[in-house]
């Protein structure tokens, strides 16, 4: 093994191994319902950290993919004037760097969103009792987050209650314990295992 693949073989296990560690490591400490922010489509999207240890791990592995076919692959790619060439030369060197560069990028991204998360907002006793006496948890249910939070909005407007932010509404749901459908600009579409109770449940 020459010492170029020696580098990608090393460095890029190393790198993904950190990250699937430090992953680890956060879902076991943050608590639940915690958002972490993850790059994606130009936006920052924000996901429940044990999704986005697995964004974050998929990205590093597909980063290792690319030391392993920069350091295997490209060396022994015929060149002109080079033919059976045995040493990369130094713009394979400068690949390998870009890519194991990016990878470490990618791990100290996941270290600062991570760190600097958003907590799950505290369970409010007004959110609580809005699970409670307007919703119904219900194992196959699946009700639209626009749909949820305006029946929240107005149950709040009928006690004269103050009413969360929309961001602090969602995270309040996801500490309850309700998993929600993320869309690609970061938005919750869905809740699962809730839906709201009829007219008639709720009035009598």
Do not use: N
Not at 34 to 48: D, F, I, S
């Amino acid at each position: 093994m020459t010492s170029f693949e020696r580098f990608a073989a090393i460095a890029g296990p190393l790198t993904l191994g950190a990250s699937l560690a430090f992953g680890y490591v956060a879902r076991r400490w943050l608590p639940a319902g915690t958002l972490v922010a993850t790059p994606g489509g130009g936006h920052a999207q924000r996901m429940p950290v044990r999704r986005a240890s697995v964004f974050y791990a998929a990205v590093e592995l597909f980063l290792v993919i690319v030391l392993g076919f920069l350091a295997v692959v490209s060396p022994r790619l015929p060149m002109s004037g080079s033919p059976g060439r045995h040493a990369p030369p130094a713009a394979d060197w400068a690949g390998l760097f870009v890519a194991e560069g990016c990878a470490l990028l990618v791990l100290a991204i996941q270290v600062m969103t991570t760190v600097f998360s958003r907590p799950p907002a505290k369970a409010r006793t007004e959110l609580t009792a809005f699970v409670d006496e307007a919703c119904e948890a219900w194992p196959m249910a699946r009700i639209g987050a626009e749909s949820l939070f305006e029946s929240y909005l107005d149950w709040c407007h009928r006690r004269g209650v103050p009413a969360e932010s929309r961001d602090d509404f969602e995270q309040g749901i996801s500490a309850l314990g309700y998993q929600s459908d993320i869309q690609q600009h970061g938005s919750v579409s869905h809740w699962m295992g809730l839906k709201i109770r009829s007219t008639a449940e709720d009035t009598s």
